[in-house]
């Protein structure tokens, strides 16, 4: 996942949190819930902080294949 310069991750739920850096944040799956398998859905939020506009996060990536993403 890619983030706008102005903004950060800071807590996962139903992921694990990895910051490579401040806009590449990585999430992976939590050991209760090992594999995702091709068409299912999975579900994982996550909080985080920005300044100034606001912009959606972009380049959501599953083993490196870009997936579709629904914003709540």
Do not use: R
Request: glycine fraction near 8%.
């Amino acid at each position: 996942m890619e983030l706008p310069e102005n903004e950060a991750a800071q807590i996962a739920w139903n992921a694990i949190l990895t910051v490579g850096n401040q806009w590449h944040p990585v999430f992976t799956l939590p050991a209760y819930h090992p594999d995702v398998v091709i068409g299912e859905t999975y579900t994982f939020g996550f909080n985080g902080t920005y300044t100034g506009v606001y912009s959606h996060a972009y380049a959501f990536k599953l083993v490196g294949t870009l997936c579709d993403v629904v914003y709540n």
